[in-house]
């Protein structure tokens, strides 16, 4: 599919950045009722990672790509030690939520428009389209997101229905 100069393309990937949100809200629901030493535990079945580290590293993808990569921005990443509880990773990701609204206004008519840059781990710069990255960035998430209820389940925490969320507003 060419979306070449395609609004639509971009709207809809507004609507479904808006869909993401609301799940992401679930989530942070979840956490909420998770205990604060478990929601910050170090858990080595997922990497030596923590709830807490996966959702600073799941905004830094999206810091790192959108802001970095596509809008040139220098954003440090995320200190996840210094995001105490789950508000404060809100606040975070309000952060993120209105990068991603630039982004997706920056690039609205411009689904498949070639962005050149230098991922700091190559030194070849590579050719990415904000498609490209706003499906990377939003799967991404989705994937640490069910390594979040993983953790979870793990720790003996039920889990929140997340995967079939319906959202609101449809």
């Not at 050149?116 to 389209?129: K, N, R, Y």
Request: hydrophobic residues 40%; proline residues 5%.
């Amino acid at each position: 599919m060419d979306g070449k100069d395609d609004p639509l393309i971009m709207r809809i990937l507004t609507r479904q950045y808006e869909w993401l949100v609301q799940t992401r809200e679930v989530l942070f629901q979840y956490c909420e009722t998770i205990a604060a030493s478990d929601y910050v535990r170090d858990m080595e079945s997922f990497g030596g990672g923590s709830m807490r580290s996966l959702q600073a590293h799941a905004a830094d993808c999206y810091r790192f790509w959108l802001g970095g990569f596509a809008l040139k921005r220098t954003l440090p990443p995320v200190p996840a030690e210094q995001v105490l509880h789950v508000r404060a990773m809100r606040e975070v990701f309000a952060g993120v939520d209105l990068l991603v609204g630039e982004f997706l206004n920056e690039f609205e008519d411009q689904p498949d428009l070639e962005i050149l840059g230098s991922p700091s781990w190559q030194e070849d710069a590579v050719a990415i389209t904000p498609l490209w990255l706003f499906t990377h960035t939003a799967t991404h998430e989705f994937h640490h997101k069910g390594q979040i209820l993983s953790m979870g389940r793990q720790l003996g925490y039920s889990p929140m229905m997340t995967d079939l969320y319906y959202p609101e507003g449809k």
